[in-house]
């Protein structure tokens, strides 16, 4: 800990204004109490992480089901198989926006609201054509139900401000 050993005012204005909040965190827990640089995180700053965390987990969610469905073909119980996974992982992505904290992204990102309404509207429609339905034993019905109630969810969701993060779209 030599860096204790530097003057306050160099330690507070020479070094902790230039960290991010968790470098300024760990830097802050090597002080003495007395020591302790505190800063106000950034306006939004929860609100973009709680953002960021949604897109992540609708991501993987999303490319975990995209790899499920791509497996329907070939032997009927490895089709079986990867249909009961993509309903699954499906059911869980609809899911997700029941979560008050997953819902905060549609509250602040513009346009999502829609994107996603367009996207449980097309899992819920009865289509000939859909792989995953056609592979189901009930034909897509428990997924259908699980889109309708995910869009009633999201319809009562309203938006408020748009919060801008670099490098993400959903």
Request: without cysteine; neutral net charge.
């Amino acid at each position: 800990m030599p860096f204790i050993a530097l003057p306050q005012d160099m330690l507070q204005y020479e070094i902790n204004r230039y960290l991010n909040p968790e470098s300024r965190a760990e830097f802050n827990a090597v002080l003495k109490p007395d020591m302790r640089v505190y800063k106000k995180l950034p306006t939004d700053y929860a609100l973009k992480h709680a953002i960021k965390t949604t897109f992540n987990a609708y991501t993987s969610i999303g490319l975990l089901a995209d790899s499920y469905i791509e497996e329907i073909g070939g032997s009927e119980y490895r089709s079986q198989r990867a249909a009961t996974g993509g309903e699954k992982t499906l059911i869980r992505m609809f899911n997700l926006w029941f979560q008050p904290l997953n819902a905060l992204a549609i509250m602040y990102q513009r346009g999502l609201k829609e994107q996603l309404l367009r996207s449980l509207e097309s899992w819920m429609e009865d289509d000939d054509q859909n792989v995953l339905y056609n592979t189901l034993y009930d034909g897509g019905a428990t997924l259908r139900a699980a889109a309708a109630a995910a869009r009633t969810r999201v319809e009562a969701i309203p938006f408020r401000h748009h919060i801008s993060i670099a490098g993400m779209e959903f």
